[in-house]
């Protein structure tokens, strides 16, 4: 079992900048692939980045890349999310996630993932 709990949301002024940080407990964070989701409200539920449980392997949504940075500190079991350039689309719920995993991959599907952070609101005003 492992808990996650996000921080660092906030109100922030379009061209801003925000770090958003999952802290988790329980397991060994070093075994868990993880992934930054989204959800809009109206909209459907979105794949930010995802990083393999190194941090070797990531990936970007497109409308991200260039502006936001997935990474994870193993040795404090936290991972974070460095958003720049915050757009008003870029408005949401943040919630992050983890699974399990035996290779070194990043995963983006939302049914692969085991363990969901609560939520974490990120308002970005244009």
């Known amino acids: 079992q492992v808990q996650l709990v996000e921080s660092g949301g906030g109100l922030v002024q379009a061209g801003g900048s925000l770090r958003l940080s999952c802290a988790a407990s329980g397991r060994t964070f070093s075994q868990y692939a993880a992934v930054w989701f989204r959800q809009a409200p109206g909209k459907e539920r979105e794949t930010v980045a995802a990083?393999?449980?190194?941090?070797?392997?990531?990936f970007y949504a497109e409308s991200v890349k260039g502006r936001f940075t997935i990474s994870r500190d193993n040795a404090v079991g936290t991972l974070y999310l460095e958003m720049n350039s915050l757009k008003a689309d870029d408005t949401a719920v943040y919630t992050c996630?983890?699974?399990?995993?035996?290779?070194?991959?990043?995963?983006?599907?939302?049914?692969?993932?085991?363990?969901w952070g609560q939520g974490t609101q990120v308002t970005v005003s244009s």
């Open positions: 990083i393999s449980r190194s941090g070797s392997s990531t």
């Open positions: 996630a983890a699974t399990y995993t035996g290779d070194d991959n990043y995963y983006t599907s939302p049914p692969l993932y085991a363990y």
